[in-house]
């Protein structure tokens, strides 16, 4: 997959499972509601290092109007661990 959208540890060398999947469905979530990716960065590498350390940002933070419930759907989804 993209940089975009790649799980963590992925980004380590893992084997892809069922939660890189949910993690990446989480990231196209995330950019279906707010038109914009989670983790932008100027280049790859930083795109991934985000990827691997960032918590997602709260689109609530970016003006996007959301239910808490649909909130906490994606962040679960895209937890690091």
């Known amino acids: ?6 799980a963590p540890e992925l980004c380590e060398g893992a084997n892809a499972s069922p939660a890189s ?9 995330y950019f279906l509601i ?24 709260d689109p609530r933070a970016r003006g996007i109007n959301m239910p808490d419930g649909l909130w ?4 679960k989804a895209c937890e690091k661990d």
């Open 34 to 57: 707010t038109g914009q990716h989670a983790f932008m960065a100027p280049n790859v590498m930083a795109v991934l290092a985000n990827q691997m350390t960032m918590a997602l940002p």
């Open 72 to 75: 906490q759907v994606m962040r």
């Open 1 to 6: 997959g993209t940089p975009l959208y790649v």
């Open 21 to 29: 999947d949910l993690y990446a469905l989480g990231l196209t979530l």
